[in-house]
Nanobody, 124 residues
Framework: QVQLVESGGGLVQAGGSLRLSCAASGRTFSSYVAGWFRQAPGKEREFVAAISWRGGSTSYADSVKGRFTISRDNAKNTVYLQMNSLKPEDTAVYYC?????????????????WGQGTQVTVSS
């Protein structure tokens, strides 16, 4: 089992930045692919970014490419999502997820473990 806890969400103006953190506990987190997803009211949960076991490979949704950066520090069992140039359409609950597979998944059902989520609100 892996337990995930997100933090770092909040209210920010358009054009601003936030850094989300996801702290993991339980099994060796470095053996899991980690991802970030988000869900806006009335919408389905969507893929944001994913990172491989050692951080050598990453994947991003087109909507965040060039603005968001995913990274991880396995010594701290933590995954980060640096979000720059935020837009109102980035407003959502952001979830951290982990999967016990070497592939970078982009579909929620591919992930085994989930955090409770952290709210990000971008005002115009």
């Amino acid at each position: 089992q892996v337990q995930l806890v997100e933090s770092g969400g909040g209210l920010v103006q358009a054009g601003g930045s936030l850094r989300l953190s996801c702290a993991a506990s339980g099994r060796t987190f470095s053996s899991y692919v980690a991802g970030w997803f988000r869900q806006a009211p009335g919408k389905e949960r969507e893929f944001v970014a994913a990172i491989s076991w050692r951080g050598g490979s990453t994947s991003y949704a087109d909507s965040v490419k060039g603005r968001f950066t995913i990274s991880r520090d396995n010594a701290k069992n933590t995954v980060y999502l640096q979000m720059n140039s935020l837009k109102p359409e980035d407003t959502a609950v952001y979830y951290c997820a982990a999967r016990s597979n070497y592939k970078l998944g982009t579909i929620p059902s591919e992930y085994n473990y989930w955090g409770q989520g952290t709210q990000v609100t971008v005002s115009s």
